[in-house]
C-alpha cells in the first residue's frame, strides 16, 4: 500500500510512499529500543548541544521546510516560516530547562535520606496530525528527546514528506541514527505498534474519535496516553469590550491555519448590546483577508487540506443554514481549483446547529447572541469539548475571575487568542482529552517520578 501527498492548492499528486510492512514496522521500533539504551545514559549537556544545533538547523533552512508543509497541506508561505521559528523556539526552551526542571528532589522523611528522581521511561509513540507538520511533532520532541526518552512517529499520511524531512533534520543535527524514527504507516497499523511491548507510552493530536480509539487500544496494554482532542473553543465578547481589538483578535484566532487548528476559535458568543458593532467590525476585517496560492506572501488563506475535509465542513455549513443559521458571508464553495473556502460567518447559530455543536475545523465563525455575561458563560460551558477559551472585556479583573473560576477549558485567555507557547502547560478536559504538552508540566507526563528511600 502507498501514502499519497497531494498539493490541495492544485490537487496534483506529489509523491506516492511506500507503506511499511508489519514485519518493517517491528525491525524499526526494536532499532529504537537499542538507541534508547545508549541515549538515555547521555548528560543533559549532550543533548543540549544536539537540540541546540537542531534549533539553528530549523532556523537556516526555514524557507525550504516552510515550501514542503505549503506543498503538503495548504498552509501560507509565511505561517509556515512562524511555525518553523516556534519549533527552533521550543528546542532552545528545552535544551536551556531540562536539566534544572528534572532535578532530584529531596524529601524529609524518617530515612536518613529520601528523594524523588526523574527518569525516561524508553520510546513514545507519537501520532500526530497534518495540520501543524512541524510545530506539533517538536512540542513533543523536544522535551522527550532532552528527558532521554526517543520517539517513533506515526504521522498523518498526507504530510510524510514532512515526517520524513524530521527525521533528517534530527540526523542531521548529530543526534544518533533512531532516537528519533518516523514510522511510513497507515491508522490501520496503530494496534501493533501501540501493542509492541517496545513501546512504552502514546501521545495523540487528532480528533476526539480517533484519540477514543488509540486510548481504548493504549489502557488495554496498560500504557499511558496523552490525548489533545478536538475543541470547540468559545470566544466571548462582553458589553465592555474594546470592539476593535476583540474583532482583530477573533479574526485572527479564526482563521489561523484557515481555520484547521484545534484552538482556533469556533464559537464567538456575543452580548446582544455589542453585537451590531461588533459584526460589523468582524464582518469588515473577515472580507479584507486574501484567498489564493499560499505560496504568495500576500495570501492570508491557503486551501483546506484536502477536498475530503473542504466538502465535510460545507455539509455541516448547509446543515446549520436548513435549521435556521443565518449567512451573512462566504458560504459557497468557490470556483477555484483545489480545496479552498472562504472566510464564513453564520450568525442566528443556536444549539441542536452543527455550527453550535460540533467542531467546525475550516474558516467559519459561528455567531451566537446572548443577553448578558451569565448567559455567555453558560453557552460557553454548553460543550462536550473543553481546550481553550478567550474573553474579551476592559475590566481585566473581571475577566481574570471569568477564566479562573467560571469558564470549564484548559487554557482561558483574556484579551486575546489561545494559543500555545513552550513556557505554558497546553491541554484540554472533557472529550478535548487529558494530560499536557509543554511546560514542566508537559515534560514531567513521560517519565518514571522515582521515590528513592534509603535508611
Known amino acids: 500500500m502507498t501514502l499519497k501527498s497531494i498539493n490541495p492548492y492544485n ?36 543533548r543540549a548541544e544536539l537540540m541546540l544545533n537542531l534549533a539553528s538547523l530549523l532556523k537556516t533552512e526555514k524557507s525550504k521546510i516552510a515550501n514542503l508543509m505549503t506543498e503538503e497541506m495548504g498552509k501560507t508561505i509565511l505561517a509556515g516560516e512562524a511555525e518553523i521559528e516556534k519549533c527552533a523556539l521550543v528546542c532552545e526552551y528545552y535544551a536551556k530547562n531540562t536539566e534544572k526542571f528534572l532535578e532530584d528532589e529531596l524529601i524529609k522523611t524518617e530515612a536518613s535520606k529520601s528523594y524523588i528522581t526523574f527518569k525516561p521511561i524508553g520510546l513514545v509513540l507519537a501520532v500526530m496530525p497534518w495540520n501543524f507538520p512541524f510545530w506539533q511533532v517538536f512540542r513533543f520532541l523536544a522535551p522527550n528527546l532532552m528527558a532521554g526518552n526517543c520517539g517513533v512517529l506515526k504521522h498523518a499520511s498526507n504530510v510524510s514528506g514532512c515526517a520524513l524531512l524530521i527525521e533528517k ?45 488509540v486510548a481504548e487500544k493504549a489502557g488495554s496494554v496498560l500504557k499511558k496516553c496523552v490525548l489533545e482532542l478536538g475543541g470547540s473553543d468559545p470566544y466571548l ?12 483578535a477573533c479574526v485572527n484566532a479564526r482563521l489561523i491555519n484557515s481555520g484547521q487548528s484545534c484552538i482556533a476559535a ?25 484567498v489564493g496560492n499560499p505560496m504568495l506572501k500576500e495570501i492570508d488563506l491557503g486551501p483546506m487540506a484536502s477536498t475530503e475535509l473542504r466538502d465535510e465542513l460545507h455539509k455541516q455549513v448547509k446543515q446549520s443554514i436548513k435549521l435556521g443559521a443565518k449567512c451573512i458571508l462566504g458560504g459557497q464553495i468557490p470556483k477555484l481549483k483545489g480545496a479552498f473556502y472562504p472566510p464564513t460567518i453564520l ?9 453550535y455543536d460540533d467542531e467546525l475545523f ?34 481585566t479583573k473581571k475577566g481574570n475571575s471569568i ?3 467560571e469558564i470549564e477549558a484548559g487554557s482561558v485567555f483574556v484579551n486575546e487568542g489561545v494559543k500555545s507557547d513552550p513556557r505554558l502547560p497546553f491541554g484540554g478536559i472533557n472529550q478535548s482529552g487529558y494530560g499536557r504538552e509543554l511546560s514542566l508540566y508537559g515534560l514531567l507526563e513521560f517519565m518514571n517520578i522515582k521515590t528513592i528511600s534509603v535508611k
Open 266 to 290: 469556533k464559537r464567538f458568543i456575543v452580548v446582544k448590546s455589542v453585537e451590531e458593532d461588533f459584526l460589523k467590525l468582524f464582518k469588515a476585517k473577515m472580507q479584507l483577508k486574501k
Open 347 to 355: 450568525t442566528n447559530v443556536k444549539k441542536g446547529m452543527p455550527a
Open 169 to 213: 533534520l534530527v540526523i542531521k543535527a548529530g543526534f544518533p541514527k533512531n532516537v528519533f524514527k518516523t514510522l511510513l504507516v497507515s491508522g490501520k497499523n496503530m494496534n501493533q505498534i501501540i501493542e509492541n511491548p517496545l513501546i512504552k507510552a502514546v501521545t495523540l493530536t487528532g480528533s476526539t474519535a480517533t484519540g477514543k480509539k
Open 11 to 46: 490537487n496534483k499528486l506529489i509523491k506516492n510512499y511506500e507503506e511499511f510492512d508489519s514485519k518493517k514496522i517491528e525491525v524499526e521500533i526494536r532499532k529504537s529500543d537499542i538507541a534508547w539504551k545508549k541515549w538515555r545514559l547521555t548528560s543533559y549537556k549532550e
Open 403 to 405: 477564566a479562573q473560576n
Open 362 to 395: 475550516g474558516p467559519v465563525a459561528a455567531i451566537i447572541t446572548v443577553k448578558n455575561t451569565k448567559e455567555a458563560i453558560k453557552i460557553a460551558n454548553d460543550t462536550v469539548f473543553g481546550l481553550g477559551a478567550a474573553v474579551f472585556t476592559q475590566d
Open 237 to 248: 465578547v462582553l458589553a465592555d469590550a474594546d470592539l476593535e481589538q476583540a474583532a482583530e
